[in-house]
T-cell receptor, first 114, second 113 residues
Framework: NAGVTQTPKFRILKIGQSMTLQCAQD?????MYWYRQDPGMGLKLIYY???????DKGEVPNGYNVSRSTTEDFPLRLELAAPSQTSVYFC?????????????FGPGTRLTVL | ELKVEQNPLFLSMQEGKNYTIYCNYS?????LYWYRQDPGKSLESLFV?????AVKQEGRLMASLDTKARLSTLHITAAVHDLSATYFC?????????????FGQGTRLTINP
């Protein structure tokens, strides 16, 4: 298993540009999450999904959109990039079952908006 | 609103010493996680603590949970350089079966020879 994969690893955007951060998992996990990590801080939840076709907002959803058309993929869309969105973005997934639901994190995407 | 606070935020210690990182949280939760992050890397799960009094140990790290005090500790015994990293605690609550994790600010641990 590749686990949780994210692309790209690095990206520089200009203000106002759009992009999609890709996330995929091959562990057949129901639950998927997007977090952002600002320098020197913990992670904050942007959006999450409990399964294909079902998504919901986390703590900091403004400026982002998500979709979940398949179990494997959970892309994050930035429509109008702003400097405040400069951050490292982590995707995570977890299996069903209350006793076994540790979240597994991808390698991250480092995004800079100039 | 669930808040999670870690202290200290920075910790520099010598090899061979013992120390404890504290994680306080503001509302009831059914589980608490400890993660490790190396510079420029992703998060690695260390421990999940499910109930009051839970204690887990892996090598030189031991984590415990006191749900009544809303406190978890990560104890480092006889530190070695390889344990240098940032450590995060995260508290979970469940919505629609999914977990929402709230992270502490992290403790940046540096272990000097």
């Amino acid at each position: 298993n590749a686990g949780v994969t994210q692309t790209p690893k690095f990206r520089i955007l200009k203000i106002g540009q759009s992009m999609t951060l890709q996330c995929a998992q091959d562990m057949n996990h129901n639950y998927m999450y997007w977090y952002r990590q600002d320098p020197g801080m913990g992670l904050k939840l942007i959006y999450y999904s409990v399964g294909a076709g079902i998504t919901d907002k986390g703590e900091v959803p403004n400026g982002y959109n998500v979709s979940r058309s398949t179990t494997e993929d959970f892309p994050l869309r930035l429509e109008l990039a702003a400097p405040s969105q400069t951050s490292v973005y982590f995707c995570a997934s977890s299996p069903p079952g209350i006793r076994t639901d540790t979240q597994y994190f991808g390698p991250g995407t480092r995004l800079t908006v100039l | 609103e669930l808040k999670v606070e870690q202290n200290p935020l920075f910790l520099s210690m010598q090899e061979g010493k013992n120390y404890t990182i504290y994680c306080n949280y503001s509302t009831t939760s059914d589980r608490l996680y400890w993660y490790r992050q190396d510079p420029g890397k992703s998060l690695e799960s260390l421990f999940v603590l499910l109930s009051n009094g839970a204690v887990k140990q892996e090598g030189r790290l031991m984590a415990s949970l006191d749900t009544k005090a809303r406190l978890s500790t990560l104890h480092i015994t006889a530190a070695v350089h390889d344990l240098s990293a940032t450590y995060f605690c995260a508290v979970a609550w469940r919505i629609q079966g999914a977990q929402k994790l709230v992270f502490g600010q992290g403790t940046r641990l540096t272990i000097n020879p």
